[in-house]
């Protein structure tokens, strides 16, 4: 078997495995990279960017069909019709290009890129089906292990994927668009991708074990997201549980809080009930790594329980974040090149990309009370944000938290179409360890959603200015 040494060895090319890959490459640490599937793992193929793409078309036809509806805007077109390949093209051609920069950087940076399956031989040996001469095994040796092998869709044991029970992964390529789908789960991808099929045409209804609609957050940042999606018409059954599949497979038998059963018509089931680290069938349970629940236990150094064996992103547990898996590659990458460095980033923004979208960066008003900080809050409504307005988007609210006593920022909360893109701002305030003050003092361009950022931060101090 034709053997390989490396000094670093990173399992899984995701936004982990590659980010850590070209860093180590940048900084002169002889580098080799595993991939089974392909570069850019879920985040580029079969996460973030296909859904965002998704996401895009399906308010596209939103909006195109409200121009032929009734446009306030004045823009009268004829009933437009979607193109489902096309959209799917368009879709993977992004997807295309963005794995295929992935790998142009690798090659540039010198990485070697290993394609094919890793097995986990020890903490300092994989071997490569099918990597080496004529199809034989590959074995490659290293210095550093860092495993960045991502995560997999939690299957349910009454409704196993297969059929008309699907993942994110065959929801992100439809063939065709179901006239009625059941989505279980109203997290992340449950809302992001339910609500682009409705959007899209289709009956979209929502089963959801607890009684809210993402229940990581709070329940007033979420009250926008529930008012749209009961604008578009979607159902919801929330506290609700799934029990399996009717005996003919048309309808998902769903239990009520009240332990009433009712069957829910489906041409398609679309379960999102959450993600679970990768940690099966490739040998890593032959190196008895310490785990925390399903995840790899790493330390603030992303360091497993072996000497030389790095966890990084979805593998080591929540949040599974992409560019939490960027940060983290990063940050192991510049250790083992002999950088001092640790896990200890203000905050880790999170994003949840419905309509309208939702931002969370740092503490929300219930957690700062719980860490028992004296705390202020307070909110600015869009409604009173003009670019907004021009916008259509007057709905939802801009809040900041910050400590009472000497006003540094703690968190930022966001709800609101747009507010994706404040995200930045938010965590470079809390990172530079802002005050409300310094957020005020700040001119902010007119006519921008920003402007609810230093309106809250006015707010907060008692003098907002335009509500
Ligand atoms: P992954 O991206 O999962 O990559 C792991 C890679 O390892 C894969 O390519 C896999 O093929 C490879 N691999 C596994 N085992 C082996 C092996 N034995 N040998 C060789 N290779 C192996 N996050 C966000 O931040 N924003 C979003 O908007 C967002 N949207 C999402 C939408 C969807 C539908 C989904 C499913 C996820 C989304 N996420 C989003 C989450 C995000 O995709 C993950 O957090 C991120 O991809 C984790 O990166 P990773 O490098 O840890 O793992
Ligand atoms: P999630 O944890 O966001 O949501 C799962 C939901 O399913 C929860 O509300 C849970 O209460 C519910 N649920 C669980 N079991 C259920 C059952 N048997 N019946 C009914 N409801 C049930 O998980 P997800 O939406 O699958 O996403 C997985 C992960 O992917 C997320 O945690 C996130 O880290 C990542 N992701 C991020 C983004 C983003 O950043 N915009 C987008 C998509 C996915």
């Given at each position: 078997?034709?053997?390989?040494?490396?000094?670093?060895?990173?399992?899984?090319?995701?936004?982990?495995?590659?980010?850590?890959?070209?860093?180590?490459?940048?900084?002169?640490?002889?580098?080799?990279?595993v991939?089974?599937?392909?570069?850019?793992?879920?985040?580029?193929?079969?996460?973030?960017?296909?859904?965002?793409?998704?996401?895009?078309?399906?308010?596209?036809?939103?909006?195109?069909?409200?121009?032929?509806?009734?446009?306030?805007?004045?823009?009268?077109?004829?009933?437009?019709?979607?193109?489902?390949?096309?959209a799917?093209?368009?879709?993977?051609?992004?997807?295309?290009?963005?794995?295929?920069?992935?790998?142009?950087?690798?090659?540039?940076?010198?990485?070697?890129?290993?394609?094919?399956?890793?097995?986990?031989?020890?903490?300092?040996?994989?071997?490569?089906?099918?990597?080496?001469?004529?199809?034989?095994?590959?074995?490659?040796?290293?210095?550093?292990?860092?495993?960045?092998?991502?995560?997999?869709?939690?299957e349910?044991?009454?409704?196993?994927?297969?059929?008309?029970?699907?993942?994110?992964?065959?929801?992100?390529?439809?063939?065709?668009?179901?006239?009625?789908?059941?989505?279980?789960?109203?997290?992340?991808?449950?809302?992001?991708?339910?609500?682009?099929?409705?959007?899209?045409g289709?009956?979209?209804?929502?089963?959801?074990?607890t009684?809210?609609?993402?229940?990581?957050?709070?329940?007033?940042?979420?009250?926008?997201?529930?008012?749209?999606?009961?604008?578009?018409?979607?159902?919801?059954?929330?506290?609700?549980?799934?029990?399996?599949?009717?005996?003919?497979?048309?309808?998902?038998?769903?239990?009520?809080?009240?332990?009433?059963?009712?069957?829910?018509?489906?041409?398609?089931?679309?379960?999102?009930?959450?993600?679970?680290?990768?940690?099966?069938?490739?040998?890593?349970?032959?190196?008895?790594?310490?785990?925390?629940?399903?995840?790899?236990?790493?330390?603030?150094?992303?360091?497993?329980?072996?000497?030389?064996?790095?966890?990084?992103?979805?593998?080591?547990?929540?949040?599974?974040?992409?560019?939490?898996?960027?940060?983290?590659?990063?940050?192991?990458?510049?250790?083992?090149?002999?950088?001092?460095?640790?896990?200890?980033?203000?905050?880790?923004?999170?994003?949840?990309?419905?309509?309208?979208?939702v931002?969370?960066v740092?503490?929300?008003?219930?957690?700062?009370?719980?860490?028992?900080?004296?705390?202020?809050?307070?909110?600015?409504?869009?409604?009173?944000?003009?670019?907004?307005?021009?916008?259509?988007?007057?709905?939802?609210?801009?809040?900041?938290?910050?400590?009472?006593?000497?006003h540094l920022?703690?968190?930022?909360?966001?709800?609101?179409?747009?507010?994706?893109?404040?995200?930045?701002?938010?965590?470079?305030?809390?990172?530079?360890?802002?005050?409300?003050?310094?957020?005020?003092?700040?001119?902010?361009?007119?006519?921008?959603?920003?402007?609810?950022?230093?309106?809250?931060?006015?707010r907060?101090?008692?003098?907002?200015?335009?509500?």
């Amino acid at each position: 078997m034709k053997e390989i040494s490396t000094k670093l060895l990173v399992l899984g090319g995701g936004p982990g495995g590659y980010v850590a890959a070209l860093r180590a490459a940048q900084l002169g640490v002889p580098t080799t990279l595993v991939e089974a599937q392909a570069l850019g793992g879920t985040c580029l193929n079969i996460g973030c960017i296909p859904s965002k793409a998704l996401i895009h078309v399906a308010e596209s036809f939103r909006q195109a069909r409200g121009f032929a509806a009734d446009s306030a805007l004045g823009i009268r077109t004829a009933a437009p019709t979607l193109d489902l390949a096309q959209a799917v093209r368009w879709k993977d051609g992004i997807v295309k290009r963005l794995t295929g920069g992935v790998a142009a950087l690798l090659k540039k940076s010198g990485v070697r890129v290993v394609q094919g399956r890793g097995h986990i031989v020890d903490g300092k040996t994989v071997e490569v089906e099918g990597a080496g001469e004529d199809g034989a095994a590959l074995r490659l040796r290293c210095e550093h292990l860092l495993l960045a092998t991502g995560s997999v869709p939690v299957e349910l044991p009454g409704l196993p994927f297969g059929g008309r029970v699907i993942s994110s992964t065959e929801a992100l390529s439809p063939a065709a668009l179901p006239r009625r789908l059941v989505v279980v789960g109203a997290g992340y991808i449950g809302l992001e991708l339910g609500i682009a099929y409705r959007k899209m045409g289709a009956e979209v209804a929502v089963v959801e074990a607890t009684e809210r609609v993402l229940p990581a957050y709070d329940a007033e940042l979420t009250r926008p997201v529930l008012a749209g999606l009961k604008r578009l018409g979607m159902v919801l059954h929330l506290g609700c549980s799934v029990q399996g599949l009717t005996g003919d497979g048309s309808a998902v038998r769903v239990r009520t809080p009240t332990a009433d059963e009712f069957a829910l018509p489906a041409d398609l089931v679309l379960v999102a009930a959450g993600r679970r680290p990768n940690t099966q069938g490739f040998g890593l349970e032959s190196l008895l790594l310490e785990m925390a629940g399903r995840a790899v236990k790493i330390d603030d150094r992303c360091r497993t329980s072996m000497r030389r064996v790095w966890a990084i992103g979805d593998l080591s547990g929540e949040p599974m974040l992409a560019h939490r898996a960027m940060a983290q590659g990063e940050m192991v990458a510049e250790l083992i090149a002999g950088h001092e460095r640790r896990w200890m980033p203000a905050a880790i923004p999170a994003i949840c990309f419905t309509d309208p979208e939702v931002v969370v960066v740092g503490q929300s008003p219930e957690a700062a009370a719980q860490a028992g900080v004296d705390a202020i809050d307070a909110a600015f409504p869009l409604a009173a944000n003009g670019r907004a307005l021009t916008l259509q988007a007057g709905e939802g609210f801009v809040r900041v938290v910050a400590r009472r006593d000497n006003h540094l920022v703690l968190g930022w909360q966001a709800a609101g179409q747009g507010v994706a893109e404040l995200a930045a701002a938010f965590a470079q305030s809390l990172e530079m360890g802002a005050r409300l003050e310094d957020v005020a003092g700040t001119i902010h361009a007119h006519p921008t959603l920003g402007e609810a950022v230093q309106e809250a931060a006015l707010r907060a101090l008692g003098r907002a200015l335009h509500v």
